[in-house]
């Protein structure tokens, strides 16, 4: 079993920041691939940002130079650094990984979801 718990969801104000968080817990090899993904309402899902056991890192366009993706590996953690939040970034914020198990099996896991509301 493996469980991906994230946190630091809030609202801010346009301009604002915030620093999300996510941590995977259980059975757990190894995790290869980290990312975050969001939707707003009425619009698709959407990778914002990914990051690899290596460290490399990939952005959405709309989010480039604003935000920062980190993990602790140590932790089975990952990071979004979130600055110069706009209304356009106001969405529900999904932690997903790409987790080797201990049982050999390899799957996607999802967090629960935490909710950015940048006030307009």
């Known amino acids: 079993q493996v469980q991906l718990v994230e946190s630091g969801g809030g609202l801010v104000q346009p301009g604002g920041s915030l620093r999300l968080s996510c941590a995977a817990s259980?059975?757990?090899?190894?995790?290869?691939?980290m990312a975050w993904y969001r939707q707003a309402p009425g619009k698709q899902r959407e990778l914002v940002a990914a990051?690899?056991?290596?460290?490399?890192?990939n952005y959405a366009d709309s989010v480039k130079g604003r935000f920062t993706i980190s993990r602790d590996n140590a932790k089975n953690t990952v990071y979004l650094q979130m600055n110069s939040l706009k209304p356009e970034d106001t969405a529900v914020y999904y932690c997903?990984?790409?987790?080797?198990?201990?049982?050999?099996?390899?799957?996607?896991?999802w967090g629960q979801g935490t909710q950015v509301t940048v006030s307009s």
């Open positions: 259980g059975s757990i090899f190894s995790i290869n691939v």
């Open positions: 997903n990984a790409d987790i080797s198990r201990r049982d050999w099996a390899q799957l996607y896991y």
């Open positions: 990051i690899t056991s290596g460290g490399s890192t």
